[in-house]
């Protein structure tokens, strides 16, 4: 299967700093997406982005399908920002790789 | 819009229990439906998926089954429970033409004791 890797794992940020967070995959994809698990365990969709650039507010991603890798970038963190972030490939049989996740904590 | 429900929000059984777990979906037809385990906070594993129902394809051999009564209904069941079943158990939905744009409910974390 398709393999994905986040990174970095973990990551502390002062309120107001911007972050930049990647995830690389092993194969072609005509799909990603990027989650926010907030501390209730809720899995909330940022962005489903197959190619190209997306921004939502503070947040925007930025997916190199050709060279297999996308970036999330979180710009004047906020508290509320803190929490595991995932991304997901699909492949050809309805399965979503997630990788590990990165975990952010931003401290006021 | 679309909403995804899940229950119980959390559960605590014995070993050996059965389990009956529910996902239902609205504002959508003919969705693909999805169980997925998170275990210790992190990897979302598949565990099974639906394209209709009654249709049911397992990602992993192991102590739990899935069934889809209804178009927008999906229940993870088991007969006997084990430790290892414990986690955190996530349904999603998507579109029929979009399979990895996942929508995800809310869980139900499950320990068993």
């Known amino acids: 299967g398709i393999q994905v890797e986040q990174s970095p794992p973990d990551l502390i940020l002062q309120e107001g700093a911007n972050s930049t967070l990647r995830c690389n995959f092993s194969d072609s994809v005509n799909n990603l997406q990027w989650f926010h698990q907030n501390p209730w365990g809720q899995l909330i969709n940022l962005f489903y982005i197959p190619s190209g650039t997306k921004q939502n507010g503070r947040l925007s991603a930025t997916t190199v399908a050709t060279e297999r890798y996308s970036l999330l970038y979180i710009s004047s963190s906020q508290t509320t920002d803190s929490g595991v972030y995932f991304c997901?490939?699909?492949?050809?049989?309805?399965?979503?790789?997630f990788g590990a996740g990165t975990t952010v904590t931003v401290r006021a | 819009s679309q909403t995804i429900h899940q229950w119980p929000a959390t559960l605590v059984q014995p070993v050996g229990s059965p389990l009956s777990l529910e996902c239902t979906v609205e504002g959508t037809s003919n969705p693909n439906l999805y169980w997925y385990r998170q275990a210790a906070g992190r990897g979302l594993q598949l565990l099974f998926y639906s394209v209709g129902i009654g249709q049911i394809s397992s990602e992993v051999p192991q102590n739990l089954s899935a069934s889809r009564p209804q178009d927008r209904q999906f229940i993870l069941s088991s007969k006997k429970l084990l430790l290892s079943d414990s986690g955190f158990y996530l349904c999603?939905?998507?579109?029929?033409?979009?399979?990895?744009?996942?929508?995800f409910g809310p869980g139900t974390r499950l320990t068993v004791t």
């Open positions: 999603a939905w998507s579109d029929r033409d979009i399979p990895w744009e996942q929508y």
């Open positions: 997901a490939v699909g492949s050809n049989d309805y399965k979503l790789s």
